[in-house]
């Protein structure tokens, strides 16, 4: 039984995640006491494992891929600093609001527009639903319909580029970054399409009711007075122009990730400048928050490393591997069990711990003989890890808005609303398994 000893680790681990004490912590203290418990009583792990950690650790804070990730970061919080994101917002629902049901086609639109100019999925759910849940509560917009759209639109972030997730899984599993944002285009923007297609449905065959007609008198409200082209251009145009940058940049081959989001985070300052809006209070603010995001991600990498150089060194790998080929020794059964355990290790963790601690472990099964493509598995896992996001009872953007929801908006609610959006995504995941062109065809033309 001692070669299942450190697959005790991930137990252990859950519980201290549920102590509330850092998930970084609960890491490094998880990775030292299984080694010393090793090397004491089960001669499993040795102490000079622990040798190799500090290049590891150094080589994997000096990669330039990750250099992207607090730049992207950068100009995510500067556009929602700058009410850039909030301008969007409300630009969008005014040109929609005389349609029945547009308050919901535009957030869909901005989602996707937010995720693709910010990749942060906490903070356009949290944007979204303190911007727009009032105003379709106060119009009538049914409470589940309406908290299923924000929960779905804000968690775009996870697939469509510049995704967090994407960079991270490109350098856990050595794929290009740029590969997997154009592999990335065709499934986000098909979600989107899905997405406005069930609305679209959902108001053309709902009967007209009292609550109906308020969401469609809002017109009255908000829309009375007709943009001008000038402020549709003006709140439009920028973070459009900014999308073009930086995806553009990285897909033609002119920028590398990091250089691209470096100049993502330049121009976020820019439109701050030129809309009037750039302040040394603003610079701060958004300094302290890069800060503290980019370090929580870089000291879970740290606790990871130590995590997994302790599992592998008791070769933990190799025993979840076996017990993960248990449900079958082809590989399209390997791929279910792997896709299973990461939906469900998406309830209790977030992308970033699941990325560094069992994506270089598990992958390699299903990638070392060459038979799966990398970058189509790359993708399937941010589509898995981003319906576990939204699957109650524990999916994080679901307590996302829990947080800025009002207290007349029960958790039950929510759930209900997500149910139709959870199908969705599970569709494409489907067309995406089922048709790898859907992923392969935009980055072979990158590679001609």
């Not at 997997?180 to 065959?205: D, E």
């Not at 790359?378 to 009002?406: D, E, W």
Request: glycine share 10%; charged share 10%.
């Amino acid at each position: 039984m001692s070669e299942f000893f450190p697959l005790l680790m991930f137990p252990a681990l859950f519980f201290g995640v549920l102590t509330g004490v850092p998930v970084a912590l609960v890491l490094c203290l998880v990775g030292f006491l299984f080694a010393l418990f090793g090397v004491v009583f089960f001669e499993g792990f040795l102490w000079s494992d622990f040798g190799f950690l500090p290049l590891k650790i150094f080589g994997t804070f000096s990669n330039a891929t990750l250099l992207s990730v607090p730049l992207f970061i950068f100009m995510g919080v500067a556009l929602e600093q700058s009410r850039i994101a909030e301008d969007l917002l409300e630009t969008t629902e005014r040109l929609l609001t005389r349609f029945r049901g547009g308050l919901l086609y535009g957030l869909v639109i901005v989602g996707g527009l937010l995720a693709a100019s910010t990749g942060i999925v906490g903070a356009t759910v949290v944007t979204m639903g303190t911007l727009s849940l009032p105003s379709l509560l106060k119009h009538g917009y049914r409470k589940e319909i309406s908290c299923g759209t924000i929960c779905a639109a804000g968690t775009l972030g996870q697939i469509l580029p510049p995704s967090i997730v994407l960079i991270l899984l490109g350098d856990m599993m050595n794929v290009p970054v740029a590969d997997l944002f154009a592999g990335a285009v065709l499934p986000g923007l098909l979600l989107v399409l899905l997405y406005l297609c069930y609305l679209v449905l959902h108001f053309s065959r709902s009967a007209p009711s009292p609550t109906d007609h308020q969401a469609a008198d809002l017109s009255e409200s908000i829309g009375a007075q007709p943009l001008s082209l000038r402020q549709i251009s003006t709140h439009l145009l920028p973070p459009l122009l900014l999308i073009f940058l930086v995806l553009g940049s990285i897909l033609g081959g002119v920028a590398s990730p990091s250089e691209a989001a470096g100049c993502g985070a330049s121009a976020a300052l820019l439109i701050a400048l030129l809309k009037g809006r750039f302040s040394l209070h603003l610079v701060r603010e958004t300094a302290r928050q890069t800060t503290f995001l980019t370090s929580m991600v870089f000291t879970l990498l740290f606790g990871a490393q130590i995590f997994s150089t302790v599992f592998r060194g008791m070769n933990g790998d190799e025993v979840l591997l076996s017990l993960l080929r248990g449900f079958g020794e082809e590989t399209t059964h390997l791929f279910w069990a792997v896709m299973l355990f990461f939906f469900i290790l998406g309830f209790f963790l977030d992308f970033i711990e699941i990325c560094f601690i069992f994506v270089p472990v598990i992958t390699p099964a299903l990638t070392g003989d060459g038979s799966t493509n990398s970058v189509w598995l790359a993708l399937l896992i941010a589509l898995n890890l981003q319906t576990s996001f939204l699957t109650p009872p524990f999916g994080f953007s679901l307590f996302y808005l829990r947080g800025v929801a009002p207290d007349s908006i029960s958790t039950a609610a929510i759930y209900r609303g997500v149910i139709p959006f959870i199908a969705l995504q599970g569709a494409v995941f489907l067309l995406v398994y089922l048709f790898p062109p859907l992923v392969l065809w935009l980055p072979a033309l990158l590679h001609p």
